[in-house]
Nanobody, 121 residues
Framework: EVHMVESGGGLVQPGGSLRLSCAAS????????MSWVRQAPGKGLEWVSN????????NYADSLKGRFTISRDNAKNTLYLQMNSLEPEDTAVYYC??????????????WGQGAQVTVSS
């Protein structure tokens, strides 16, 4: 059974940093690209970033302006999102998501439960 559990969320002041983790199990983590997706209060899902299976290719939403970094440790079956220079507009629930097939496109078949990130003074 597939499980993905996010951690590392919390309350941070504007300009601060957080590192989210997504611990995955129940599938061969190193064979699949992964994404981070967020949902701000009262808004729809917003794609944040993705990374290929080997970790050598990454993509980001233009709105992030280079503040976020996605990475993965396939030996630990863990996906990360380093978030720097956080802004109140980054307040959202952050989800890790697994692509259904072994590429960086297409639908997701599994999601984590989400990690709340709140940026406020």
């Amino acid at each position: 059974e597939v499980h993905m559990v996010e951690s590392g969320g919390g309350l941070v002041q504007p300009g601060g940093s957080l590192r989210l983790s997504c611990a995955a199990s129940g599938f061969t983590f190193s064979r699949y690209a992964m994404s981070w997706v967020r949902q701000a209060p009262g808004k729809g899902l917003e794609w944040v970033s993705n990374i290929n299976a080997g970790g050598g290719t990454t993509n980001y939403a233009d709105s992030l302006k280079g503040r976020f970094t996605i990475s993965r440790d396939n030996a630990k079956n863990t996906l990360y999102l380093q978030m720097n220079s956080l802004e109140p507009e980054d307040t959202a629930v952050y989800y890790c998501a697994k692509y259904m097939i072994a590429t960086m496109t297409g639908p997701y078949d599994y999601w984590g439960q989400g990690a709340q990130v709140t940026v406020s003074s």
